[in-house]
């Protein structure tokens, strides 16, 4: 009888051996959560960021680059500042001058950055004083703002004055060298049609090209009043300047009419003496053979003048 061949037996069965690996796992991670459940005391550095730097300054190499300190917190929390470090951002408008250098003091400022980590008062102890933040000192100036707004009104509509902007002038901090060719900035190019009614609102400042400089203030208000306006007529004679003495010039015609736009509201406020028209007998060509005429003076209230007739015919006279 031919004897059958021996078959290999494992030294563990397979039920078995998937149990024990099972239970070893689960005391792994009932060990491993137990050792990091409890609170340690560990040093820790983490990362840094600044916010509110002024505006008439700029910080060498971006300031210090990370803080040390003491923690004592549970080992999950530990383990996750070695690992994943929380950025801490320092408000660089909470430090002094000193020396040439910006100083945050730290313990001052500790319920502040404690705060960003959710840990108690004395669950952390700095591994220093203060940070000491280098900086270079720009140079600041005043400059005019400039708008760069478009305005189009509705039929019978036109601004009562120039468009305000307010502030008309803003500082602005930078190189030497950038500040001492640069008198104005302009408002971002932006567009307003339709117009009829006063209209006011912000625009931010024009920065294009201006990577250097750091602007205190980057918008601006602007304001318009607007009404409906009518047109008006006058008749002014014209005045005759500069005339030789030995001369005796005659000119036709010798009035004009003045038209001109004012708003409703004004319209009364309107005299005829308020305008001047004059031609100036000095400005002739004598191959003209006309002299022109110009309004001289006008109410502040009225826009768009213009005259029915600027060629002024002229005789002279010996």
């Known amino acids: 009888m031919q004897k059958k061949d021996k078959q290999s037996r494992p030294w563990i069965k397979r039920g078995p051996l998937k149990?024990?690996?099972?239970?070893l796992a689960s005391s792994a991670v009932i060990w491993v959560f137990v050792q990091f459940s409890k609170q340690y005391t560990?040093?820790?550095?983490?990362?840094?960021?600044?916010?509110?730097?002024?505006?008439?300054?700029?910080?060498?190499?971006?300031?210090?680059?990370?803080?040390?300190?003491?923690?004592?917190?549970?080992?999950?929390?530990?383990?996750?500042?070695?690992?994943?470090?929380?950025?801490?951002?320092?408000?660089?408008?909470?430090?002094?001058?000193?020396?040439?250098?910006?100083?945050?003091?730290?313990?001052?400022?500790?319920?502040?950055?404690?705060?960003?980590?959710?840990?108690?008062?004395?669950d952390a102890t700095f591994l220093q004083d203060n940070l000491r933040i280098d900086f270079e000192q720009k140079e600041v100036k005043t400059v005019n703002v400039v708008s760069n707004i478009e305005l189009s009104y509705a039929v019978g509509y036109s601004a009562l004055e120039e468009i305000r902007i307010e502030p008309d002038s803003v500082r602005i901090?930078?190189?030497?060298?950038?500040?001492?060719?640069?008198y104005e900035i302009g408002t971002l190019p932006i567009k307003i049609n339709n117009i009829s009614k006063d209209i006011k609102g912000k625009v931010k400042l024009d920065t294009e090209g201006l990577e250097n400089i750091t602007l205190f203030e980057d918008e601006?208000?602007?304001?318009?009043?607007?009404?409906?306006?009518?047109?008006?007529?006058?008749?002014?004679?014209?005045?005759?300047?500069?005339?030789?003495?030995?001369?005796?010039?005659?000119?036709?015609?010798?009035?004009?009419?003045?038209?001109?736009?004012?708003?409703?509201?004004?319209?009364d406020k309107i005299k005829p003496t308020a305008f001047k028209v004059v031609v100036d007998f000095r400005n002739t060509l004598p191959e003209e053979g006309y002299l022109l005429a110009q309004v001289t003076q006008k109410p502040t209230l009225v826009n768009n003048v213009r005259l029915s007739e600027k060629r002024i015919q002229y005789v002279v006279k010996r």
């Open 220 to 267: 601006v208000n602007f304001s318009l009043r607007t009404d409906k306006f009518t047109e008006g007529k006058v008749e002014i004679p014209i005045e005759l300047i500069n005339v030789p003495e030995d001369y005796n010039v005659v000119i036709f015609p010798k009035e004009v009419v003045v038209y001109y736009q004012v708003s409703l509201q004004d319209f």
């Open 173 to 182: 901090s930078g190189p030497s060298s950038v500040l001492d060719t640069l």
């Open 19 to 23: 149990t024990f690996l099972f239970f």
């Open 42 to 122: 560990e040093a820790v550095q983490l990362p840094l960021s600044y916010i509110n730097i002024p505006k008439d300054k700029m910080l060498v190499n971006n300031g210090p680059s990370s803080l040390d300190l003491r923690v004592r917190d549970y080992g999950f929390n530990i383990a996750r500042y070695k690992m994943l470090p929380p950025n801490l951002i320092i408000d660089v408008s909470n430090t002094r001058e000193e020396g040439g250098q910006l100083i945050y003091d730290l313990e001052q400022q500790k319920p502040a950055i404690l705060s960003q980590l959710n840990l108690d008062y004395d």
